[in-house]
């Protein structure tokens, strides 16, 4: 034992350091989370040592025999996608500004290096979607860290380490707020046993017709100018949609609208372009709605504007004026302000269009973009009568900008690698408790009380579609050899006794009793990366559970496909007691509000909840009903 | 935090910090690099922040942290006083450090983080500064020394009035302490169906001031609270409030990281070390716990704790100190954003057993008895704080 490694051993024991420094882990995401976590994980010693047992410990997953193709070498791998940008530095403290543009996996590898002479970093700059990310990869780890920003890879990395029977610890923040979350198939609930937020989106004659709040002419601007006059309008933006409320002949009104913009659209580059839009849209769209007398009943009817009426008395050079003002990003511009910025960004848009950009999409760090979307959305507010706001303040409405700061990140990921150290206990036998005695921890910024809120890990939910099902692995052939869908139909009669079943990707399904056209395709068209999930369903009366085959391209010569392990007996599916809640309803999606302030109201009920129940039986017990109450509006915590 | 007329500019270290306080108001340049928490805390506590000169006593693995986080989020200056040389012990934890003295050895790659901030190093022994020391700076953060130590610099800080935060770590275990004195700060909330009055809201805490207005169609207040405090000699000596003393389950919810604390200040009064594993030390260690946890009117110490608590003693290791340090650091931004409420004022935290508790530790003298229940809304009249 080196000195520096005195602290640990010292806290931890000698043999929890050792099987620290024997691990390897895995760490997705080198953002705000993902730079502390890797900072506490390299001068924790994590992966520090070359290792021995690393391949016996993991001899049995799920009682069945399994041989890892290689055994574990000890280290830390770091997965990002994403590049430095001037706004990470605040929090993301192993970037400086020379590196900025530069990928945050390799420069995060190269500062945290520094720590610790001994530690063995691995950096890929890839996306963990990637087909070299597949169910054998994650296998070769003893714990993941999840460090993300985002809803579809915290699921994706999810499902995978339920694949894989591998701890995940999964975590995020918003603004003061923090929690963490350890996850392992079988044993406590998956990021997935809860619904979870979906994207919240507006009525279309809300957006186009009745605004009545910023943000309705933020996404006016964003989601339908801008891709009329500048993007592609084919497809609908999932900010937008046709709902039960809107009026259809409204909605077919609306449809002829943006026609007409379309033949406006051909003018651009013409010195009256900019013109032309802001009569249109500004003026005459504006007078049709407020032709419309019964929907301005109980509302205020919105007062169009002329582009001339508005410049009459303001200075010659509107667009020059409009690029002064666009630095000025803290001040709410007054209409005329505007429009001049309005008459700008149409003119660099449209020479960038002109240069050759086919397709201007909005990004809130495009400037240009952001200039006209704030000009745009703001001189709507003024038609309609809702208050204007500065540019700076519409990027965060219009980007959907999280606010993040070092502390919280600091906090959080310090919860999550001493949820790592528990999860490490249990795997060496020291502990009896779930996973160590891991938590679902929340930090408690604004209590008196309490700096973190803990739960006890709920067990899995029996009917989660994601972590209910029995994993399995697929392989196939790398080339030489062409399976195809029959041949899968075949195996999974004989390997796992089906007699009636249906075979579902992620596309839809492939393969029932009555479908049967596909069976001569080959498997190939149905995995384009080898880390699709492909799933079996028993249509059978007495209905097993499920079949997930997590599917691996072998690079090797293997003749046809090949089943791991080779035979499955699955159980029946639990009886269910009461109705399946969590299928597709017919109706709207409720829309979902902010995360940031309910998941603090949810971290209240639940210290609550914990507080008021005595026995640890009845606590377990609550703790579980309490999970579905909050979990659908606090779960979703984003780290940018 | 204070104005900056008060400087003594003769001092090298008035002098950096008055340099810092003539710079001009936040760019944008510096808008765009805290972009994010300008979005949580506004461009005024920003500027509040980017002008507060800090000063940390002790730059250890804990002292690392809370140093990165307040150099992040933009403070004007932060002057290291450490006069310890770098052990090999200590390059596990405190990554910032490379050979040599250890303040000087972790600055550079501090001053890394953020060239906006004004980075200085003061490698003498802090027990030789007087109370004009201590009077440059908006807030002071004293980590790992001793309690003795700790009042010396608490008391300091009193006369010059400069809030004061002392933090340390063992092993899995920390705390943190503050004596802000009286700190003002004002919450900006929606209004909800009850009316907030101007009163005392708990034996430190009391509503100053409130006033409304209407942003996008909501009734916003602005409530103006006081919190006051007290030293940590006397914070030290106090029991807990009333309402954790209740009910026996309630005992048994308080951390017994608190006597156990305390037992370690008393320890190394008296042996100006930290006890040993020899079976002396064990056994002196335990008597002084126990009695700290009777002093409390506590349940019976868990022997188990005990035993991880003394396992834990001089170690550092990172993830605590991330999290110790990462919470002090918050805290200081909050005061000097004037926000948000304060911890108040003693918070320990056990990172084995995932416990965070914060108690308001103050030598408060009831007036009636049994009355003073610590509902936190209740109480306002029947008790009174003293405050030196």
């Known amino acids: 034992m080196q000195r520096r490694d005195r602290g640990i051993a010292q806290s931890l024991g000698l043999p929890l350091t050792k099987c620290v420094k024997e691990s390897r882990v895995l760490l997705v995401g080198a953002g705000g989370i993902g730079c502390e976590v890797l900072k506490n994980l390299v001068c924790s010693g994590f992966g520090s040592l070359p290792g021995v047992y690393g391949a016996e410990r993991r001899a049995s997953i799920d009682g069945v025999e399994h041989v890892p193709v290689s055994s574990k070498k000890p280290g830390i791998v770091v997965v990002d996608l994403d590049t430095i940008d001037l706004s990470n530095l605040n929090r993301q403290f192993l970037f400086r500004k ?29 996306s963990i979607f990637d087909s070299q990310y597949d169910v054998e990869f994650f296998e070769s780890f003893d714990l993941v860290f999840n460090a993300l920003d985002n809803l579809a890879a915290r699921r994706h990395v999810n499902r995978m380490c339920l694949a894989a029977n591998v701890p995940l610890v999964e975590s995020g923040t918003t603004g003061f707020n923090g929690q963490v979350q350890a996850i392992k198939k079988g044993v406590t609930e998956c990021y997935d046993c809860n619904p979870k937020p979906v994207q919240k989106s507006f009525p279309i004659c809300t957006i186009r ?36 409320g809107d009026n259809a002949e409204e909605v077919a009104k609306l449809k002829e609208e943006a026609e007409a913009l379309k033949n406006i659209r051909l003018m651009m580059g013409k010195s009256e372009f900019a013109q032309h839009v802001f009569d249109k849209v500004f003026h005459d769209d504006i007078e049709r709605l407020r032709s419309m007398t019964e929907m301005w009943q109980s509302r205020r009817p919105p007062q169009s504007l002329s582009f001339d009426g508005l410049k009459a008395d303001a200075e010659d050079d509107l667009v020059k004026r409009g690029q002064a003002l666009s630095i000025q990003d803290q001040a709410v511009w007054d209409v005329k302000d505007d429009l001049a910025v309005f008459a700008y960004s149409v003119d660099v848009l449209s020479n960038r269009c002109q240069a050759g950009e086919t397709v201007i999409e909005f990004d809130k760090d495009d400037k240009d973009t952001l200039d006209f979307v704030a000009a745009a959305a703001n001189i709507r507010s003024h038609v309609f009568g809702i208050p204007l706001h500065s540019e700076w303040e519409i990027k965060q409405m219009a980007g959907n900008i999280i606010p993040a700061i070092a502390t919280s990140n600091a906090l959080t990921a310090s919860l999550c690698v001493m ?6 206990r249990s795997q060496i036998g020291s502990s009896t408790e779930t996973l160590g005695g ?120 293997q003749s046809g496909l090949q089943l791991l392990p080779d035979n499955i007996t699955l159980p029946l599916k639990p009886k269910k007691a009461v109705p399946d809640t969590n299928g597709h309803a017919a109706g709207t999606p409720e829309p979902v509000v902010a995360s940031a302030a309910n998941s603090s109201a949810g971290a209240k009920r639940k210290r609550e909840a914990e507080d008021e129940v005595e026995s640890a039986k009845k606590r377990a017990k609550a703790g579980k009903q309490e999970v579905h109450v909050v979990d659908d509006d606090g779960a979703i915590l984003l780290d940018d | ?73 933009g403070i004007g200056s932060l002057t290291i006083v450490d006069s310890e040389p770098t052990t090999e012990d200590d390059l596990g934890a405190q990554y910032f450090l490379r050979e040599g003295d250890r303040a000087v050895a972790a600055s550079p790659r501090l001053q890394e983080l953020n060239p906006r901030v004004a980075v200085r190093v003061d490698p003498t022994d802090i027990r030789t500064r007087d109370q004009n020391f201590y009077h440059p700076y908006d807030i002071v953060i004293a980590c790992d020394h001793d309690f003795d130590t700790l009042s010396i610099i608490n008391a300091a800080c009193r006369i010059a009035q400069r809030p004061f935060y002392a933090a ?20 900006t909330r929606e209004r909800s169906n009850v009316v907030t009055t101007v009163r005392p809201e708990t034996p430190t805490r009391s509503v100053l001031a409130v006033s409304t207005k209407k942003e996008n169609g909501k009734n916003i207040e602005m409530v103006t609270k006081r919190e006051i405090y007290s030293p940590l000699l006397l914070a030290n000596t106090s029991p807990l409030p009333p309402e954790y003393l209740k009910t026996a389950r309630k005992r048994r919810t308080v951390t017994p990281l608190l006597p156990c604390l305390r037992a370690l200040w008393d320890f190394q009064r008296t042996y100006s070390r930290l006890p040993t594993h020899v079976h002396a030390d064990i056994a002196t260690f335990t008597t002084l716990a126990t009695h700290k946890n009777a002093e409390l009117q506590l349940e019976k110490l868990p022997s188990e704790f005990l035993r991880s608590f003394l396992q834990n003693l001089g170690s550092e290791i990172v993830p605590v100190a991330a999290f110790v340090g990462g919470r002090l650091a918050e805290d200081v931004i909050n005061v000097l954003g004037k926000r948000e409420q304060p911890l108040q004022n003693f918070a320990f935290f056990d990172g084995d057993g995932f416990v965070g508790q914060i108690y308001a530790l103050h030598p408060i003298f009831p007036e009636t008895d049994g009355n003073a229940n610590g509902e936190s809304d209740g109480i306002g009249g029947t008790v009174s704080v003293m405050v030196l």
């Open chain 1, 98 to 126: 020379q590196h900025i543009k530069k990928p945050k996996a390799f420069v995060a590898k190269e500062t945290a290096s520094q720590f610790n002479p001994s530690v063995n970093i691995e950096a890929h700059h890839a």
């Open chain 1, 209 to 244: 017709s009745t605004p009545s709040q910023p943000i309705h002419c933020i996404v006016w601007a964003k989601s339908y100018l801008l891709p009329e006059l500048f993007g592609t309008s084919e497809e609908e933006s999932a900010d937008v949609a046709v709902t039960e």
């Open chain 1, 419 to 424: 949820e790592g150290f528990k999860i490490m």
């Open chain 1, 438 to 557: 891991s938590k679902m921890v929340f930090l408690n910024s604004r209590s008196t009380e309490r700096l973190i809120t803990t739960q006890s890990l709920a067990a899995p939910v029996p009917e989660c579609p994601v972590c209910s099902p029995i994993y399995a692995k697929l392989a196939l052939p790398g080339d030489g050899g062409e399976p195809i869908l029959q041949d899968l139909v075949d195996m999974l009669r004989e390997k796992v006794g089906y007699e009636e079943f249906s075979i579902t990707t992620e596309a839809g399904i492939i393969y029932d009793p009555d479908l049967e056209d596909n069976l001569e395709k080959p498997m190939k068209d149905y995995i384009t990366h080898g880390n699709k999930f492909i799933t079996v369903t028993d249509e059978g009366d007495e209905g097993k559970v499920d079949l997930v085959l997590s599917t691996i391209v072998r690079s090797e010569a």
């Open chain 2, 1 to 73: 935090m204070n104005g900056h007329g008060a400087l003594a500019a003769e001092d090298a270290a008035g002098e950096t910090v008055a340099a810092v306080a003539l710079a001009q108001t936040i760019s944008a340049d510096e808008i765009a690099l805290y972009d994010r928490q300008i979005r949580l805390w506004g461009v005024q506590a920003q500027e509040r922040i980017r002008s507060a000169n800090i000063l940390l006593v002790s730059l250890r693995a804990l002292g690392a942290e809370i140093a990165k986080n307040l150099i992040l989020n």
């Open chain 2, 168 to 187: 340390a770590i063992h092993g899995f275990y920390g705390f943190i302490f503050a004596d802000l004195i009286s700190h003002d700060y004002i919450i």
